[in-house]
């Protein structure tokens, strides 16, 4: 048997600053993974994955990261993806501290 | 110290023009991220969790004062203020944006810096006893030698595409400070009949595999030592394993092969490449020396430095913890502490690479070092001038006195930056330094070398440190394995793992428990706790830090 599929929401590094961001729906990448698109299928994060390769201009490393749905949207389940979300603990730096404005 | 010549000059200043093109093909589109990530990586360019982190090779741990200035010009233009040294003598950059590295390369390479060679299968930095040149116990000087590895093995072409990363470590003293048992090639300068030459020890490394290197030729001539070491990187560059990267370091290599395998396949090597060795590699070593020359010393009286040292207690303190014996009458070499209590191990922010470069240039010589150990040395201070040196210290916040405490801890940056981490250091760095200053008892404790990894890979050097702490996700929670016992010096030993690992709650705590109860356990006040476990063994050690099996047991 196939292992079942878990939520997931595509991740990656913005190509110029290299912080975190997340595909949306409309196919834009959010600094909040809050805008995320919840993916609840397999078939759909291949096609998302497969959609990266075009973004090449914006983004670099995209993979998929299990998620789940919270009272916002999409939120991280495992601490890794948590702190991408923020920034470092040692210091006020990064998300925690920046505008989450510039989409793109 | 080395100036670059002419062809190091133009070297590095192609290397940096064919990186801008390079970011501006990927930036254009005309390079996908799978072609460019080997050529950034090349330049010492990663990509991590929040930002991409520019690595710079601090060859073999030396600086001047223009270069540490330089570091502080790009902490402070390019990045939030502040860089990290780490444990491989280099300085990591954790806030670069793309657009800005070739400028910020071409800033190193006016100061004759790069980061070539700092990533990838390559030969790395090649990393020294930050006392080199200064130690009272040193044989000579080893960094000529460094900066000869250093020219030989940059772009190599034999050597830019190996199974994996290859380190080299030297030292020119019996008294190990450069952790040489745990590196790839491991150099020791000895002395036979006068005259100097080199333990080489190869297979050393930390990482999923602890090992410590094992000892390939107990005396090799200097002349001997470049084709000798081309020699081992040749065979294992053939044997190394490139099926499964967890094989393919030398160690491993060693471990299957068995070192007299090796030693007889690199003799062999060696004498077919030996002849192609016409001297000129000796001829370049004989004008680094030349560089290398030491500094003129002075003399001067050291009445008014012992009468500050009575008259003021903090400074006693500062100079018993931070200074070491100078090989020059009058002389003392200066740690600077980049572990006050609470802060991150090994970070400075761009006013203190000022302020010591500042230091450096009025009484140190223009030298300064970065220690493996993640603090910063001026190798060369006058006796005379350590109350104004110490004053300017204190000034900048890093007057800490704690050398070779349990605060003064070596930490890789962890899950707080690195995308291989898979727990987070620097926090429990934070933490167990702020406990420690909050008992006011390190200095009863003494000599204590705590390691803390933020994963496997070691780069923390848990496995040598006399209490090492590995931070690993264990079903998606922060959990920190503790060994104990390990030993980076020339009497090098992997650490033994404690038992099952702590909570990130739990581990400070466990950590304050096991300090506690050595201090109990210790024969006298001047037992180490590494000689407390050498005569005690690990159990009584496992019994304070999991005292409910104890109490089941019972």
Redesign the interface.
């Known amino acids: 048997m196939p292992k079942d599929f878990t939520p997931k929401v595509v991740t990656a590094n913005r190509l110029m600053e290299g912080d975190a961001v997340w595909l949306t729906a409309n196919g834009y990448w959010s600094s909040d993974i809050h805008d995320a698109e919840f993916i609840t299928d397999e078939g759909t994060a291949n096609l998302r994955m497969l959609d990266t390769e075009t973004q090449a201009h914006l983004i670099a490393g995209a993979y998929l990261a299990d998620a789940a749905m919270g009272d916002k949207g999409p939120e991280p389940t495992h601490f890794r993806e948590d702190f991408r979300t923020r920034g470092p603990s040692n210091y006020a730096h990064g998300k925690q501290v920046d505008k989450v404005d510039n989409n793109v | 110290m080395y100036k670059y010549n002419d062809f190091d000059e133009s070297f590095v200043r192609e290397r940096v023009a064919q990186f801008r093109g390079q970011v501006a093909r990927?930036?254009?589109?005309s390079l996908?991220?799978d072609e460019f990530k080997p050529l950034r990586l090349m330049n010492g360019l990663y990509?991590?969790?929040?930002?991409?982190m520019l690595r710079v090779a601090v060859p073999y741990g030396t600086l001047n004062s223009a270069q540490m200035d330089m570091l502080a010009h790009l902490a402070q233009t390019y990045d939030?203020g502040y860089g990290h040294f780490t444990t491989r003598q280099n300085i990591q950059y954790?806030?670069p944006?793309?657009?800005d590295v070739p400028d910020m390369l071409s800033n190193l390479a006016d100061v004759g810096m790069h980061a070539i060679q700092t990533s990838g299968n390559t030969i790395r930095n090649v990393t020294a006893d930050h006392f080199a040149g200064a130690a009272a116990d040193e044989i000579a000087d080893p960094r000529p030698v460094a900066e000869l590895l250093r020219q030989w093995s940059t772009d190599h072409p034999e050597f830019q595409f190996m199974p994996r990363k290859f380190k080299i470590a030297i030292t020119g003293s019996p008294n190990d400070r450069a952790v040489t048992k745990a590196h790839d090639i491991g150099l020791r300068m000895v002395l036979r009949d006068g005259a100097a030459g080199y333990e080489v020890i190869v297979g050393g490394g930390l990482g999923r595999t602890p090992m410590i290197g094992k000892v390939i030729t107990d005396f090799l001539p200097q002349a001997d030592l470049l084709p000798y070491v081309e020699a081992i990187v040749s065979v294992w560059n053939r044997l190394g394993r490139r099926d499964n990267k967890y094989k393919s370091r030398i160690k491993i290599t060693v471990h299957e092969h068995g070192i007299d395998e090796i030693r007889r396949l690199v003799d062999a090597r060696f004498a077919e490449i030996r002849p192609s060795f016409s001297g000129v590699d000796q001829d370049m070593l004989a004008e680094i020396e030349a560089q290398f020359a030491p500094p003129a010393f002075k003399t001067a009286d050291t009445k008014g430095y012992e009468a500050v040292r009575l008259a003021n207690p903090a400074f006693r303190s500062w100079t018993d913890t931070n200074l070491t014996q100078h090989r020059a009458d009058g002389y003392a070499i200066v740690s600077i502490s980049i572990k006050k209590h609470g802060a991150?191990p090994g970070?400075a922010t761009a006013d203190q690479m000022r302020v010591m470069a500042d230091l450096a240039r009025t009484y140190g010589h223009d030298e300064l070092r970065i220690s493996h150990e993640q603090n910063v040395i001026l190798p060369h201070v006058h006796k005379s001038d350590l109350p104004k040196l110490y004053a300017a210290l204190r000034s900048a916040d890093l007057a800490t006195a704690n050398i070779g405490l349990a605060s003064d801890i070596i930490a890789c940056p962890g899950?707080?930056?690195c995308a291989l981490a898979t727990a987070?250091s620097?926090?429990i760095a934070?933490e167990i330094a702020t406990r420690f200053d909050e008992l006011k008892i390190e200095h009863d404790i003494g000599a204590l070398k705590i390691k803390i990894s933020g994963c496997i890979n070691a780069c923390g050097h848990h496995h040598v440190g006399h209490i090492g702490i590995l931070g690993l996700?264990r079903a998606?929670?922060?959990n920190y394995q503790i060994t104990l016992g390990g030993d980076h010096t020339e009497t090098a030993a992997v650490g033994e793992r404690a038992g099952p690992g702590f909570s990130a709650a739990e581990i400070v705590p466990a950590i304050e428990r096991l300090v506690l109860g050595y201090m109990d356990l210790r024969q006298a006040s001047d037992e180490t706790f590494l000689e407390a476990y050498r005569r005690l063994g690990v159990a009584p050690f496992k019994a304070i830090l999991y005292p409910q099996e104890k109490a089941n047991a019972a």
């Open positions: 990927r930036i254009d589109g996908t991220e990509l991590q969790l929040h930002a991409y939030k954790n806030w944006e793309l657009g991150t970070d899950m707080d930056y987070r620097i926090p934070q996700d998606g929670v922060e």
